[in-house]
């Protein structure tokens, strides 16, 4: 707080009031208000670190949602092999009223296959946290296949501190050579492009800042430019160095299909891209480490409804000695930074779109990335879930925000009179 506690006390209104006096303004701090009211009398005296393994984030929660924990069962021995199942009743009390259904239960797998055998024999009614539909589950008639937009955008980013990609002319040679229609064909799901920082009809966005647009011989001229020629074997070479991109990502369908789609564009123009899928644990490895291992990282960033993307192209956030290191490419620039700055600080709407301008220009101008397609949240279900709708989300959790609606079972009655 800004001021002594007396003060805030006495601006506040009443007792089921909080009142937050911040440093400075920001525009974004409401949507950082996700985090329900925690009970003090349980949490009081206790460490940031301890938080995880306390009773209140395992077995006794305190809350006042749509449902309440009744049960929780843990199976297998080995860890890759342990599964939980949660069971959770219906609170009378929700203030949005009593649930429809009479019963929750969480089912937790380690392996993707035991999920999908699990959904097959019918052990569970529906599954979360695959990126393609399973052959054999996609030729069910009664599955249902859910697939909810994410206020997030699919990128490829690429490490500006990378030694190929120092130059800003083979960046935007990138940006040039990818053709982003042909990725969103290759998707098994209609999903809309991302062509800037900030996502289509968000506060900010400017259609004026798009990255550019597909042009092979635009690209090959800016390659030529940098010095990059091609050899005999139709790659690009400059001082007996070829130009040799590593591309890292996470080892799912999705991803290698856009991965190997990206190989091929820019092999058209004489890079050659290596791939490198990794499971996750190796790949949230190579993303924390000092080094980075890759030249370019294909990943999807959560954005949300509020336009500040601060965390994700501040200068100091390619900072190795920063909390986040979000910054993936490790973009830096002054006219970026004062204007990422300025428009978070802003609450008049009309001004923050302003103020936002300089870092789109130098977003696409320098080129740090290629905005690929907004990513979907796939939910499969056998047979329809009535009240769930195919709305935007920020995140998975965000496909609950009616769970209170909805209804599995329908019943059709006549009346005479």
Known sequence: YSSAASDVYKRQ??????????????????????TGIVPK???EGKSMRSFRTLPFNTTQP??????????????GGAANEREEQIALDPFEKYHRGKPKLDRFVIHSFRREERL??????????A??????????????????IYNLPMTAAVMAFLRTNSELLKDVKVRQALVRATDTEAILKGLDYPTMPVKEPLLLGQLGYNASYQQAGYDL??????LDSAGWVLNEKGLRQKNGQTLQLVLIAQDNGEYANVAYGLQKQWRKVGVDLQVR???????QANLSSSSRGYDVLLYGISIGK??????????????????????????????????LQAGRTRGDASLRAVKYQPFLQAWRDDAPAIGLYRPRFLYITHGPVYGLGEYPINNDVERFKNVHEWMIRTERRSQVE
């Open 13 to 34: 209104p009443d007792a089921r009031t909080v009142v937050f006096t911040l440093p400075n303004q920001l525009s974004a701090f409401p949507y950082s208000l996700t």
């Open 306 to 339: 509020d336009p500040d993307v601060y965390v994700y192209w501040d200068s100091k956030n390619a900072d190795v000695r920063s909390e986040s290191r979000l910054n993936f490419s490790e973009y830096r620039s002054s006219v970026a930074d004062a204007a």
């Open 217 to 222: 011989p635009v690209a090959g001229q800016l």
């Open 116 to 125: 999908i055998k699990s959904f097959r024999e019918h052990e569970v009614n």
């Open 62 to 75: 305190i809350g006042a949602g749509p449902f309440r924990l009744t049960t929780l069962e843990v199976s």
């Open 127 to 144: 599954m979360v946290g695959l990126t393609d539909v399973p052959q054999r589950v996609g030729r069910d008639s009664g599955a249902r």
């Open 41 to 43: 009398h349980v949490l």
């Open 277 to 283: 899928l990794e499971a996750t644990t190796d790949f």
